[in-house]
């Protein structure tokens, strides 16, 4: 397969799934809650990826690269997601002074993330931290991020990836939120190679998003 074939039918996937992710996904998620979150997630954003790659026979190394880090790089991207978290959230502060989220959307983000037992915090942290930072992971920074490098620049993929990334979110209000958060987890691969740190600070973001 030539280089410029990779990153078209890397574009193609991503369509699809887009438009599977919106439609029936959209509605998974309003009919079944956080259950329908884990379905959208494995089902219609992890699942044609993974079935992609093995159809395909994509390198595992160099599509999905993974291994245990070491400490150091373990406390450097707590350290940075940190950061960024904290830059963000200034940012995203900011911009509802300016833009701010509408009642339906912002009490829609209340309901999801209310918690009325330790149980729905279970399957809170399930489907709202650890499923989305996986599943996220191995089809941007994993499946897109490896289909694009072949054809395109360091720069340009990282840009293309976290600009899809922040695309598939739909959400208008929080577009440049999903941007940066893309930029940064695209750079942490870029940074080590490794999608168990991509992972890591993802999880982290979200569990902040969670219980911040």
Known sequence: MSNSSRASHGFLIF??????????????????????IILNQAGLLFLPAFL??????LPVNVYFPYYQPNWSEILLTI????????????????????????EAIESFYEELM?????????????SLVLIPAFCEEFFFR???FG???????????????AFFFALAHMNPWYLLYYFMLGLFLGGLRL???NLALCFLAHALNNLYSLFG
Do not use: D
């Open 191 to 193: 940074w080590k190679n």
């Open 52 to 57: 992609y790659a093995v159809i395909i026979k």
């Open 15 to 36: 369509c699809v799934v887009l438009a599977l992710y919106l439609s029936v996904g959209g509605f998974l998620q309003l009919r079944y809650g956080s259950w329908g």
């Open 147 to 161: 289909m694009f490098e072949f054809r395109f620049s360091q720069r340009q993929t990282l840009f293309l990836t």
């Open 79 to 102: 350290l940075f997601t940190a950061v960024i978290i904290a830059l963000i959230e200034l940012m995203v502060h900011l911009q509802n002074q300016v833009f701010p989220l509408p």
């Open 114 to 126: 209310a918690r009325k037992s330790w149980r729905q915090g279970v399957i809170q942290v399930i």
């Open 142 to 144: 994993g499946f897109l």
